[in-house]
C-alpha cells in the first residue's frame, strides 16, 4: 500500500535547511496498521504531510496504492487526496458552523464522484462511533473526545485503503482514548484500510501491527516500545533521543 524510500526532506531555516527526514524509508502493506513513534519534533508529522501527498519530499520515492505521487499532476494528486488517503489529526478541524453530520457528509461530498450512498454513509459512520443521537449538534455542542469522533467518522467514510492519522488520541482521556483507537481498528477491519497512525502512547501502539520509531530522520522497527513504552528525554532533540530498552 505504502512504499516510501531514502526520503529527504528539510525546511527553510534563517541559517540554510534544516533537515528532519534523511534517508527514511517505510513500507505498509494494505490492511496493515503502523503505529509510529519518536521523540516531539523528529519529523513525524512531516512524513505523514509526505505520504498523503501534501508536501513533496526533495528526494526519494513514495508509492501509494500503486501510484508515484511525483509523478501525479495537480488534479490527479486532489483525486488521490479524495480517494486514496483520509486524514485525522490531533485538532479536529471540524466546521463550527456545521452538524455533526453535515460534518461527515462534507468529507463525502468533497469526492468526485460523490458516493451514492453518501448520507446513509455520515448515518453510518456516526453510528459507528457512537454519535448518532448527536447528529445534529454542532461541534461546540459536543465534548473534546466526541469532537475527535466526528473527525474520524468524517475520515474513516471515505473507506480509503488508506487512512494516516496525526496524534488522533493525543488530546483524549484514557478511555476516550482507547475507544478512539478501537475505531480505527474497525475501520482496519470493516474498509480494510490501512492505518499510519502518529503517537506517544505506548498503549497505543501496542495495538497496532507494527511499530516504527523515527529517530535521526530515519525509521527503525520498534517492537520494544509495545512492551516497555517510550521514554525520551523530555523536549530533547532527536539527536539525543534516548533508544529505549533494545
Ligand atoms: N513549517 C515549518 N517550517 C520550519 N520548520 C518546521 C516547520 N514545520 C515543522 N518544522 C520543524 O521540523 C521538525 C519536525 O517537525 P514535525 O512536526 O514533523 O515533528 P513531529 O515529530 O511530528 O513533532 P511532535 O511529536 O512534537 O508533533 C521540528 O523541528 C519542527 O520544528
Given at each position: 500500500m505504502v512504499e516510501a524510500s531514502d526520503l529527504s526532506y528539510a525546511y527553510q531555516g534563517t541559517d540554510g535547511p534544516v533537515p528532519v527526514l534523511r534517508g527514511t524509508d517505510l513500507t505498509v502493506r494494505g490492511g496493515e496498521f503502523v503505529a509510529i513513534v519518536g521523540p516531539s519534533g523528529c519529523g513525524k508529522s512531516t512524513l505523514l504531510t509526505l505520504l498523503g501527498g501534501l508536501e513533496q519530499p526533495q528526494a526519494g520515492t513514495i508509492r501509494v496504492a500503486d501510484r508515484?505521487?511525483?509523478?501525479?499532476g495537480a488534479k490527479e494528486l486532489e483525486s488521490f487526496r479524495q480517494h486514496v488517503v483520509a486524514f485525522v489529526f490531533q485538532?479536529?478541524?471540524?466546521?463550527?458552523?456545521?452538524t455533526a453530520w453535515e460534518n461527515v457528509l462534507l468529507g463525502l461530498e468533497a469526492m468526485v464522484p460523490m458516493p451514492r450512498d453518501a448520507r446513509q454513509r455520515a448515518d453510518q459512520w456516526l453510528e459507528r462511533v457512537g454519535l448518532a443521537a448527536k447528529r445534529d449538534r454542532f461541534p461546540g455542542q459536543l465534548s473534546g473526545g466526541e469532537q475527535q469522533r466526528v473527525a474520524i467518522a468524517r475520515a474513516l467514510?471515505?473507506?480509503?485503503p488508506l487512512v494516516l492519522a496525526d496524534?488522533?488520541?493525543?488530546?483524549?482521556?484514557e478511555e476516550t482514548a482507547a475507544a478512539v483507537l478501537e475505531l480505527f481498528v474497525a475501520a482496519q477491519r470493516m474498509s480494510g484500510s490501512a492505518v499510519v497512525l502518529i503517537t506517544h502512547d505506548a498503549k497505543i501502539a501496542a495495538r497496532a501491527d507494527r511499530v516504527v520509531e523515527l529517530t535521526r530522520g530515519r525509521l527503525h522497527e520498534a517492537p520494544w516500545v509495545a512492551r516497555y513504552g517510550v521514554d525520551w528525554p523530555a523536549g530533547s532533540p532527536p539527536a539525543q533521543a534516548g533508544r529505549g530498552p533494545a
Open positions: 508515484d505521487l511525483r509523478t501525479l485538532f479536529f478541524n471540524l466546521l463550527p458552523t456545521l467514510a471515505k473507506e480509503t496524534e488522533p488520541t493525543g488530546n483524549l482521556d
